[in-house]
Nanobody, 121 residues
Framework: EVQLVESRGGLVQAGGSLRLSCAAS????????IAWFRQAPGKEREGVSC????????YYTDSVKGRFTISSDKGKNTVYLQMNNLKPEDTAIYYC??????????????WGRGTQVTVSS
C-alpha cells in the first residue's frame, strides 16, 4: 500500500523559510516521481514542484521558481520541499503525491493527507 506522510507545516512570516518533507513507503521509491501540490482557500489544487527519482529531473511552477527547491533522499525514501522567501500567497494546504511514470499533474494518483502552511504578511 502506497503511503505518503507529510511533515507538519507551520506559520511563518513573509520572507521566511520552511522545509516540508514527504516520507514514502509501500512502493519502489526509485521508480516513482514525487510531487508537491497545494490548495489555497477557494482555489483549485495546483502542482508546485515534482522530482523524478529515476532520473533526477525536477520541475517547478513559475510562481515558485527561484524560491522553492525540491530534493530527494533515496536512502530515507523522503522528498523535501525547501521553501524560501515565502509570500502570503504561498498560504495553502500542501500535499505530496506519487506517480509511476507521470506525463502531467493529473497522473499523480497517490496522496498524502496534506499539511497547512500559513504565511503572514
Amino acid at each position: 500500500e502506497v503511503q505518503l506522510v507529510e511533515s507538519r507545516g507551520g506559520l511563518v512570516q513573509a520572507g521566511g523559510s520552511l522545509r516540508l518533507s514527504c516520507a514514502a513507503s509501500g512502493f519502489t521509491f526509485d521508480d516513482y516521481a514525487i510531487a508537491w501540490f497545494r490548495q489555497a482557500p477557494g482555489k483549485e489544487r495546483e502542482g508546485v514542484s515534482c522530482i523524478s527519482n529515476s532520473n533526477g529531473i525536477t520541475y517547478y511552477t513559475d510562481s515558485v521558481k527561484g524560491r522553492f527547491t525540491i530534493s530527494s533522499d533515496k536512502g530515507k525514501n523522503t522528498v523535501y520541499l525547501q521553501m524560501n522567501n515565502l509570500k502570503p500567497e504561498d498560504t495553502a494546504i500542501y500535499y505530496c503525491a506519487a506517480a509511476r511514470v507521470p506525463t502531467g499533474w493529473s497522473d499523480f494518483d497517490s496522496w498524502g493527507r496534506g499539511t497547512q502552511v500559513t504565511v503572514s504578511s
